[in-house]
């Protein structure tokens, strides 16, 4: 099936830096999602993509839909402390409705 | 603010006893989730409802999984026997149309752990 590859796994940052990670697929999409995931929880949307090439910004996200609708891109910049969590790319097709999810990019931020 | 509520949050049986999941979607949203995910991963689809029909559950086992959703509305998902392998979380996710591109609100999830 279907299998999304987010990188890096994980990342140890400084309060402050700016984080990147992105996901890749075999398949195309045509909605990329990231969702953040505290622990304990079930995942939080944070931007939803719609369209090739598009780049949308949430506070201090932003992410974008990769040209080929293969790759995503998230971006956090300035990172705080609270910004520690699990962040998933999904990759969707809007008429199935369901998404099919990465495996997660651990962020620690140390103040 | 509106949330899906699940229930319970924490679960802990033995192999070979069946266990049951609760989830109350948004108000409104029609298509309704279960996802279950180990640790370490992500989120995997189990079954898809529109209403209270199922839209997809390819990736159900179906020998030892049941999902319904009656009334179009709450959802339970039910395992009998459950087996170690079944320990996981189990998320409920729900969406106010089916073709939202998967964007769906989430559960707090509830925690199995089969012994």
């Known amino acids: 099936g279907q299998q999304l590859n987010q990188s890096p796994q994980s990342m140890f940052i400084q309060e402050g830096e700016d984080v990147s990670m992105n996901c890749t697929s075999s398949?195309?999409?045509?909605?990329w999602l990231w969702y953040k995931q505290d622990p304990g929880e079930g995942p939080v949307l944070l931007i939803a993509?719609?369209?090739?090439?598009e780049l949308t910004s949430n506070g201090r996200l932003t992410a974008q839909f990769g040209i080929t609708r293969k790759d995503s891109f998230l971006n956090i910049s300035a990172s705080i402390p609270s910004d520690v969590g699990i962040y998933f790319c999904?990759?969707?097709?809007?008429?199935?409705?369901?998404?099919?999810f990465g495996d997660g990019t651990t962020l620690t931020v140390k103040p | 603010e509106a949330e899906v509520a699940q229930s319970p949050r924490y679960k802990i049986t033995e192999k070979s006893q069946a266990v049951a999941f609760w989830c109350d979607p948004i108000?409104?949203?029609?298509?309704l989730y279960w996802y279950r995910q180990i640790l370490g991963q992500g989120p995997e689809l189990l079954v898809q409802?529109?209403?209270?029909?199922?839209?997809?559950d390819s990736q159900l086992p179906k020998d030892r999984f049941s999902a319904e959703r009656l009334k179009g509305v709450d959802s339970t998902l039910k395992i009998q026997p459950a087996e170690l392998g079944d320990s996981a979380m189990y998320l409920c996710?729900?969406?106010?149309?089916?073709?939202?591109?998967?964007?769906?609100?989430f559960g707090q999830g509830t925690r199995l752990t089969v012994v």
């Open positions: 996710a729900s969406s106010q149309y089916l073709g939202t591109g998967g964007g769906a609100f």
């Open positions: 108000s409104g949203h029609a298509t």
């Open positions: 398949s195309i999409f045509n909605t």
């Open positions: 999904a990759g969707s097709n809007t008429n199935a409705g369901k998404s099919t």
């Open positions: 993509l719609y369209k090739a090439g």
């Open positions: 409802f529109q209403d209270e029909s199922v839209v997809d």
